[in-house]
């Protein structure tokens, strides 16, 4: 596909139990991000992938959220024994790092919205 | 302590009137790179305009310019001529360093709101 691409859409679970979101990016990027946005709220940084380097886990709120990416491409998100203040839309981003006027903007996904009940 | 400060969470303008949205940074590096993104009522982020920070000129692209006051650590976005379709929360972003490893983070919006 053209874009980042995000499963599911939308998603409801019940407080405990544990949820995986998918991320395909764009082909190619070796950057990927993972982003929270609670209503109305701005973007908070979670997790960061650059090409083979350790990614950046600085954003994480807690040991319940966890995120892979697999050869270099999909990546996964995980939030185990959810809890309701992790109901919140999860964007994930990739970029080709590129030096030049454009500054290797970000390519978003539309994002799973969470919902834990 | 916060990055990226938007210090509006909302605006009204009136259509056809230019817009400034603010935002004001932090960072001790003298490398850096700064985004504002549109996020329309549907979700999606778009990307409008970048400033990098040795950048001489002031970013435009199309009715989007950037008003970057280097010394000031400003970077407020100016919308010309606003219309409808302009109505959306804004974002503010930067990146510390001009590395492939260096991480984007966000201010937490300005929500605008054009009136007819």
């Known amino acids: 596909g053209a874009g980042v691409s995000q499963s599911p859409s939308n998603k409801v679970t019940e407080k405990g139990k544990d949820v995986e979101l998918r991320c395909d990016p764009i082909?190619?990027?070796?950057?990927l991000y993972w982003y929270r946005q609670s209503l109305g709220q701005g973007l908070e940084f979670l997790i960061y992938f650059q090409g083979n380097s350790a990614p950046d886990k600085s954003g994480l709120p807690s040991d319940r959220f966890s995120a892979e990416r697999t050869g270099g491409s999909v990546s996964t998100l995980t939030i185990q024994r959810t809890q309701q203040e992790d109901s919140a839309v999860y964007l994930c981003?990739?970029?080709?790092?590129?030096?030049?006027?454009?500054?290797?903007?970000?390519?978003f996904g539309n994002g799973t919205r969470l919902t834990v009940t | 302590a916060q990055k990226i400060t938007q210090t509006q969470p909302g605006m009204f303008v009136q259509e056809k009137e230019a817009v400034t949205l603010d935002c004001t940074y932090d960072?001790?590096?003298?490398?850096?790179?700064l985004f504002w993104y549109k996020q329309p009522s549907s979700g999606e982020m778009i990307f409008l305009i970048y400033?990098?920070?040795?950048?001489?000129q002031n970013a435009t692209e199309g009715r989007y310019s950037l008003n970057f006051q280097k010394a000031r650590k400003s970077a407020n976005l100016v919308i010309s001529a606003s219309q409808l379709g302009d109505s959306a929360m804004y974002f503010c972003?930067?990146?510390?360093?001009?590395?492939?490893?260096?991480?984007?983070?966000f201010g937490k919006g300005t929500r605008l709101h054009i009136l007819p």
């Open positions: 082909s190619g990027h070796t950057a």
């Open positions: 972003a930067m990146r510390e360093g001009v590395n492939r490893d260096d991480k984007i983070i």
């Open positions: 960072t001790s590096d003298p490398s850096y790179g």
């Open positions: 981003a990739s970029s080709l790092f590129v030096r030049g006027p454009k500054g290797s903007p970000l390519h």
């Open positions: 400033q990098g920070s040795y950048d001489q």
